[in-house]
């Protein structure tokens, strides 16, 4: 996903002319764009709907197996402090092996729990399994809007898919399960085509 996402939908939504385009990477200065970008996006998406978004603090560790809510592997986002909390090590490994949306994709989806909070679904005692599928479908709506300001490239909503679908799991008795990989792939999807099936 290319770096200046924060500043093509600041530019879009002040009708400002197009930016250059700038390699994809999964580096720090891009995660923190993108960041900005998710910020901006779900920002104004909640504004429509009267609600202010705090957003989110993203970490990015080394290597943890725990957050302060939690145990991560990948990802993980603590919804009591607002944070995000980003395992590099293994980002990194998935973004070697899948390409560079891998991580934008685990990004994105914790930022759909961000979302979640906000609208006050987290306190809804919903099964685990339905609150995935819904951040997974948040993180299609964020490629979406990526895509409409041209900053999605070949390849990348490929690699977005692949991920949802790697991260899913046949562990249907566990409380933590997060979906089948065919759900995850398709939840992530149905984001992307049709933004608003995530709120239905
Ligand atoms: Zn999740």
Redesign the pocket.
């Known amino acids: 996903m290319k770096k200046q996402l924060a500043v093509g939908i600041l530019s879009v939504s002040l009708g400002l002319f197009p930016f250059q385009p700038l390699q994809a990477a999964w580096d720090t200065p891009t995660i923190a764009a993108i960041s900005d970008g998710l910020d901006a996006f779900w920002g104004g998406v909640l504004r429509r709907v009267g609600i202010r978004y705090s957003y989110p603090v993203v970490y990015s560790h080394d290597n943890v197996e725990s957050t302060p809510c939690g145990p991560s592997t990948l990802a993980h986002?603590c919804s009591g402090s607002n944070t995000i909390h980003l395992n590099m090590a293994q980002l990194d490994r998935l973004v070697h092996h899948i390409g560079d949306s891998a991580g934008y994709f685990a990004l994105a989806?914790?930022y759909g729990?961000s979302v979640q909070r906000h609208l006050g679904l987290l306190d809804k005692n919903l099964p685990i399994v339905v609150l995935?599928l819904q951040?997974d479908c948040l993180a299609g709506a964020f490629f979406a809007a990526s895509d409409q300001i041209g900053i999605l490239e070949p390849g990348d909503l490929k690699e977005g898919a692949i991920t949802a679908m790697m991260t899913g799991d046949y562990d249907y008795e566990h409380t933590n399960h997060?979906g089948t990989p065919q759900q995850r792939g398709r939840a992530f999807l149905n984001g992307f085509n049709d933004p608003q099936s995530c709120f239905k």
């Open positions: 986002y989806h914790e729990h995935e951040a997060h």
